[in-house]
């Protein structure tokens, strides 16, 4: 299947989805999201695909939702558009494998928010960051105020979102809204190494840590405890990845996943 505004190319068990709509800044419209939602669907069924890495094509990963679509929109039609937005980067966090976000500029109002979806985030040197949708009489609407509060604390993000600052790449960092920063040309080849680390991993080993680890933060320490055993032993099985991880560790040679 075609697409208009992603592109996605898939290599050594990482797929690559870039949003190319430059002339817009990639800013988040209907069509996007119907867009997204086909692809994640492709991608959940793909057995070769063990990471994903979304990022953007010019200047900006995403600099915000499509202003021009949504001003014309009700209370009802407002809301639905925030609805079905929630919907796909829900999406985006509970894939089976690892999403990383590479971004590459700007990524204000929904493009911080789709960042913020993913597992993790590195970012470019000359990224800019922020949550502008108070200066328009707005708030976040695809869960911004309730990711950013669980990922730098319950106090900068209320900073963040009440002023609308904008901030660099350096201050994410410092922040822990990204993980890493890399100089704009480097971007790209460190992120697919980490990819491609990942990818190298066992699968299975990789899938459960990002299920046990997102779902056990929801609960209590020894709800998530369990959960993690339970996994955890469901690696040792005959023929499972775990017993053929630990046979290769001990024959010192590469695992055959």
């Known amino acids: 299947?075609?697409?208009?505004?992603?592109?996605?190319?898939?290599?050594?068990?990482?797929?690559?989805?870039?949003?190319?709509?430059?002339?817009?800044?990639?800013?988040?419209?209907?069509?996007?999201?119907?867009?997204?939602?086909?692809?994640?669907?492709?991608?959940?069924?793909?057995?070769?695909?063990?990471?994903?890495?979304?990022?953007?094509?010019?200047?900006a990963f995403v600099a915000g939702a499509d202003i021009a679509e949504m001003v014309d929109k009700d209370q009802a039609q407002g809301q639905a558009f925030s609805e079905y937005g929630q919907r796909t980067f829900d999406r985006i966090e509970s894939m089976p494998f690892p999403v990383i976000a590479a971004i590459n500029g700007f990524a204000l109002g929904g493009g911080c928010e789709l960042a913020m979806s993913?597992?993790?985030?590195?970012?470019?040197?000359?990224?800019?960051f922020g949550q502008p949708e108070v200066s328009l009489g707005l708030i976040p609407g695809y869960a911004g105020t309730q990711r950013m509060a669980r990922l730098i604390g319950l106090a900068d993000a209320l900073y963040l979102l009440m002023t609308a600052d904008m901030i660099s790449a350096d201050d994410a960092l410092r922040l822990k809204l990204v993980q890493k920063v890399f100089e704009p040309e480097m971007l790209m080849e460190e992120v697919m190494k980490i990819a491609k680390n990942i990818a190298?991993?066992?699968?299975?080993?990789?899938?459960?840590?990002?299920?046990?680890?997102r779902q056990g933060i929801l609960g209590n320490f020894e709800?998530?405890?369990?959960?993690?055993?339970?996994?955890?032993?469901?690696?040792?099985?005959?023929?499972?990845?775990?017993?053929?991880?630990?046979?290769?560790?001990?024959?010192?040679r590469k695992p055959n996943w």
Do not use: W
């Open 1 to 59: 299947m075609s697409y208009e505004i992603l592109k996605t190319q898939i290599e050594n068990g990482v797929a690559l989805v870039t949003i190319s709509r430059p002339s817009a800044m990639n800013a988040l419209n209907t069509a996007f999201f119907d867009e997204m939602n086909a692809i994640l669907t492709e991608l959940e069924s793909n057995q070769n695909v063990s990471v994903m890495v979304l990022t953007g094509e010019g200047k």
């Open 200 to 213: 190298s991993k066992g699968p299975q080993a990789v899938r459960k840590v990002k299920l046990v680890t």
């Open 223 to 252: 709800e998530g405890s369990a959960l993690e055993s339970k996994h955890f032993g469901s690696l040792f099985g005959d023929g499972s990845e775990g017993k053929e991880g630990m046979k290769a560790f001990l024959e010192k």
């Open 118 to 128: 993913c597992d993790f985030r590195i970012a470019s040197s000359k990224a800019k």
